[in-house]
Each structure stands twice: as structure tokens, then as C-alpha cells.
């Protein structure tokens, strides 16, 4: 008995929070919050471009369990320069995205299954799923563009656990601090 009604006052809890044992993770520099199932990483990288140097900032865990719904879970970001590329620019957002899931799918060396029109409140967005390593690992991305600012939530796991509450959890949970 004490066991149901244990189960029954927790249940509040799980349902705001997602999956037990996953825990809020912000980043003020980076302006989002998300539920993760471990402690993020930070890295940074520096690509030059035709438009000046974009500097991507990457919050990733990586799962080492074996059982893992998935293994790597990642946001990352980067500012544009100012009048380059912004959420109201209409005319340039289907090339911006068409483009990015066209590096993505090169990135990996993988096979786009599909990709599709997805916003974030107002801000323009894409979501979509690459299969990689021959087919054995598959890489589910959303991307988002707020102002000037880019974001890109994913998760990687084998191919055979692709459709799993993790990833849905984890982008469901995402969210823009400021914008």
C-alpha cells in the first residue's frame, strides 16, 4: 500500500520532469535550459568562413552505459554576424536550412530519411534524421534560428533504438532562456 500511494505522490514529479533522474542543465552564455540524464561538457570550435570566423559552442553528454537509450546528447550554437543571416529573414531561411541539413548529412557521411519544417515559437526551424555508420547509428536533429543566433539540439544512437522517450524528452525539453 505505502508503495502505491509512494508511487502516486511522485507521479507529479515525473510527469513535469520527464525521465527520473535527469536533471535541469542552463547555460546563461548560451540563453537555453534542458533536461539531460548527465553532467554536459563544454567545447568550443572556431570555423572560418567566407563571412568571418563563427564560433560553435557545443553542451554535449555522452552516455557510456551499454544499455543507453541513446548515446551522446548535444545543443550547440553560434552567433552569425550582424546582417548576415536572422530568424526574419525570409528569403534567405529555406537555403540557410536546406544547406545545414545538407552539411549535416555530409558531416557523418550518412543518408537523410527525412527532414521537415519545425519552429520554435515564432523563430524558423528545421528537424531532421540522418543514418550513419552504414546504417547502424542514426543522428536526430532540431535546428532553430533566433535572430542571429543558431541552435541545433541533438541526439545520437544506434539505429535500432532511434524511436525512444529520451530524445523526445530531451528535445521537449528544451527552451530559450532570452530572447
Known amino acids: ?7 502516486f505522490l511522485l507521479l507529479p514529479f515525473f510527469l513535469i520532469n520527464g525521465n527520473p533522474g535527469w536533471e535541469e542543465y542552463k547555460s546563461f ?21 567566407d ?3 563563427i ?17 551522446m546528447y548535444m545543443v550547440t550554437y553560434c552567433d552569425y554576424p550582424e546582417y548576415t543571416i536572422h530568424s526574419d529573414s525570409t528569403a534567405l531561411i529555406e537555403d540557410f536550412f536546406t544547406n545545414t541539413v545538407e552539411a549535416a548529412v555530409e558531416s557523418v557521411a550518412g543518408k537523410l530519411r527525412y527532414s521537415d519544417a ?4 515564432e523563430f524558423p526551424g528545421r528537424h531532421w534524421r540522418v543514418d550513419y555508420r552504414a546504417g547502424h547509428a542514426t543522428l ?5 534560428l533566433v535572430k542571429n543566433r543558431f ?7 544506434e539505429r535500432g533504438r532511434s524511436m525512444n522517450k529520451a530524445t ?3 528535445f521537449d525539453s528544451f527552451a530559450i532562456l532570452v530572447e
Do not use: C
Not at 536526430?140 to 532553430?144: G, I, Y
Open 1 to 7: 500500500m505505502w508503495q502505491s500511494l509512494i508511487a
Open 29 to 49: 552564455e548560451g540563453k537555453f535550459r534542458v533536461l539531460v540524464p548527465g553532467e554536459m561538457q563544454v567545447s568550443e570550435r572556431v570555423i572560418h568562413t
Open 51 to 53: 563571412i568571418g570566423e
Open 55 to 71: 564560433k560553435y559552442i557545443t553542451h554535449y553528454y555522452q552516455d557510456t552505459q551499454r544499455e543507453a537509450e541513446n548515446a
Open 118 to 121: 519545425l519552429n520554435y515559437k
Open 140 to 144: 536526430k536533429s532540431r535546428a532553430f
Open 151 to 157: 541552435y541545433t539540439v541533438q541526439t545520437a544512437t
Open 168 to 170: 523526445d524528452d530531451f
